[in-house]
């Protein structure tokens, strides 16, 4: 069974920074795509970040030239650098995977997903 665990969440002020992980068991983690989306209090999960076939990464606009997704196979870990952090980012953030061809990141569809980590950024 495939386990995701997202930690790394936390407080920080707008203009400042953070990186979530996501660490991945019970699978071979180089065989995923994988990516990040979010959900904020009375508003719809969207998408942030992924990491097609390919290698191929995505950004959704709010965050593209803030956000960096990045893996590392060798410590079976999804990183997600979150720079210049605005109020508007404050969410869940949740990680999710699947096997590559198997996955939709516009759709949402993943097999795995994790727990979550709470982001929050005050102005």
């Known amino acids: 069974q495939v386990q995701l665990a997202e930690s790394g969440g936390g407080s920080v002020q707008a203009g400042g920074s953070l990186r979530i992980s996501c660490a991945v068991s019970?699978?071979?983690?180089?065989?995923?795509?994988m990516g990040w989306f979010r959900q904020a209090p009375g508003k719809e999960r969207e998408g942030v970040a992924a990491?097609?076939?390919?290698?191929?990464?995505i950004y959704a606009d709010s965050v593209k030239g803030r956000f960096t997704i990045s893996k590392d196979n060798a410590k079976n870990t999804l990183y997600l650098q979150m720079n210049s952090l605005k109020p508007e980012d404050t969410a869940m953030y949740y990680c999710?995977?699947?096997?590559?061809?198997?996955?939709?990141?516009?759709?949402?569809?993943?097999?795995?997903w994790g727990q979550g980590t709470q982001v929050t950024v005050s102005s």
């Open positions: 019970g699978s071979t983690y180089s065989g995923y795509c």
């Open positions: 990491i097609l076939s390919g290698g191929i990464t």
């Open positions: 999710a995977a699947d096997y590559c061809g198997y996955s939709d990141y516009e759709q949402q569809k993943y097999k795995y």
